[in-house]
């Protein structure tokens, strides 16, 4: 187990130097060990497949990807539940997948699940279900949906504005976020006053 540990360490270390055909074979490695010595359903295999899914993401191989985090999201649903944390990354981790392929009908409950379940869990003012809450909102915009993703940017930005401040770098972030939502649309006197905040 030791020598897995220092596999995966070494995919990992790989993927952060982008390096990912050596992470690949690394990562492919980490996870045959772990499901032989650990089993399908142990944590860290379910890491591991998550992990790999995520190497081939990088290299554009999404139609290998989609079936390691379906896996791993369906054995994290069935041994820790569904509002687990690591259950909840599983289900973001799917829904971009998918919105990156384009199954948008697909994506979107994932979305909503995973908000769902951290507002449930975290708090509506943690960052972890703010990043989630930008998340969706990005997603609702590129389908044209402005009319709900525009009370999920203010919700981000007026809970950073209370809980981190005016001058926070997370805040300017969504100040310039909201910006960019308005000046898509052509709301050029709505956008200006956000970008000018954000300088």
């Given at each position: 187990?030791?020598?897995?540990?220092?596999?995966?360490?070494?995919?990992?270390?790989?993927?952060?130097?982008?390096?990912?055909?050596?992470?690949?074979?690394?990562?492919?490695?980490?996870?045959?060990?772990?499901?032989?010595?650990?089993?399908?359903?142990?944590?860290?295999?379910?890491?591991?497949?998550?992990?790999?899914?995520?190497?081939?993401?990088?290299?554009?191989?999404?139609?290998?990807?989609?079936?390691?985090?379906?896996?791993?999201?369906?054995?994290?649903?069935?041994?820790?539940?569904?509002?687990?944390?690591?259950?909840?990354?599983y289900?973001?981790?799917?829904?971009?997948?998918?919105?990156?392929?384009?199954?948008?009908?697909?994506?979107?409950?994932?979305?909503?699940?995973?908000?769902?379940?951290?507002?449930?869990?975290?708090?509506n003012?943690?960052?972890?279900?703010?990043?989630?809450?930008?998340?969706?909102?990005?997603?609702?915009?590129?389908?044209?949906?402005?009319?709900?993703?525009?009370?999920?940017?203010?919700?981000?930005?007026?809970?950073?504005?209370?809980?981190?401040?005016?001058?926070h770098?997370?805040?300017?972030?969504?100040?310039?976020?909201?910006a960019f939502?308005?000046?898509?649309?052509?709301?050029?006197?709505?956008?200006?006053?956000?970008?000018?905040?954000?300088?």
């Open positions: 187990i030791d020598t897995l540990e220092s596999i995966y360490g070494m995919g990992q270390l790989f993927v952060g130097q982008g390096k990912y055909d050596e992470a690949l074979s690394l990562h492919k490695e980490a996870l045959a060990g772990r499901r032989k010595t650990l089993g399908n359903q142990h944590p860290d295999t379910v890491q591991s497949m998550n992990d790999l899914a995520l190497v081939l993401r990088y290299q554009g191989k999404n139609d290998e990807a989609r079936p390691l985090r379906e896996e791993a999201l369906a054995t994290s649903r069935e041994t820790l539940g569904s509002r687990h944390p690591h259950t909840l990354v289900i973001i981790s799917l829904a971009y997948l998918l919105n990156e392929q384009s199954q948008y009908d697909e994506a979107r409950p994932l979305y909503e699940e995973a908000l769902n379940g951290q507002r449930e869990t975290l708090g003012q943690h960052s972890n279900t703010l990043t989630s809450i930008t998340n969706f909102a990005v997603f609702l915009n590129k389908q044209g949906l402005y009319d709900e993703a525009r009370p999920l940017y203010e919700e981000v930005l007026n809970t950073e504005r209370e809980t981190l401040g005016n001058q770098p997370s805040t300017l972030l969504s100040i310039a976020n909201f939502f308005f000046k898509q649309r052509g709301l050029y006197d709505e956008a200006r006053p956000l970008y000018e905040e954000a300088l």
